[in-house]
């Protein structure tokens, strides 16, 4: 079993719509939750983290941690064709926030 | 520097050479993270520097990888005798602390080595 699991996608979502992303855990002392974005051939860029069981908002992303089901999500509301990327969930297992584990991506292709 | 910043952007390399790949992380950023990247697949951890030393060196592969970060700004990752599998983007991040606040990692833009 992987650590960190996304499905690979291509998530398809025409714009306007909510792009809804998820990815599972499998080390329940996992501390510190992380979504990246991608843009094919560029470095992962840092768009949200969460720390605490429950929502956190910033513009049109909302990041959704539940520790019980070891579930992330991540909400992009009004998507947009420039959000057309890879996303990354990344976890953080030992404290040291930067000694990340990343699931594999989920494609998002955002339409016209 | 604003952003975290990689040498070479692009390394060819035959196969059993020395390849070195430079970082320059964000200024007055005290940790540093190297991480590789293959096709399809998340970054994967190499090593952690705090300062000077190496944190944490679990996720280097074998004994031909190596790293630096003498001044504790600068790191340089070394690779002897590559071979073909070492080929991938090679990515360096940069926080300001290791843990707790402000210690999310920015990536630079990352080497990508191709090794023939």
Known sequence: ?112 | GAGVSQTPSNKVTEKGKYVELRCDPISGHTALYWYRQSLGQGPEFLIYFQGTGAADDSGLPNDRFFAVRPEGSVSTLKIQRTERGDSAVYLCASSLRPRGTRAEAFFGQGTRLTVV
């Open chain 1, 1 to 112: 079993q992987k650590e960190v699991e996304q499905n690979s996608g291509p998530l398809s979502v025409p714009e306007g719509a909510i792009a809804s992303l998820n990815c599972t855990y499998s080390d329940r002392g996992s501390q510190s939750f992380f979504w990246y974005r991608q843009y094919s051939g560029k470095s992962p860029e840092l768009i949200m983290f969460i720390y605490s069981n429950g929502d956190k908002e910033d513009g049109r992303f909302t990041a959704q941690l539940n520790k019980a089901s070891q579930y992330v999500s991540l909400l992009i509301r009004d998507s947009q064709p420039s959000d057309s990327a890879t996303y990354l969930c990344a976890v953080n297992q030992d404290g040291t926030a930067s000694k990340l584990t990343f699931g594999t991506g989920t494609r998002l292709q955002v339409t016209l």
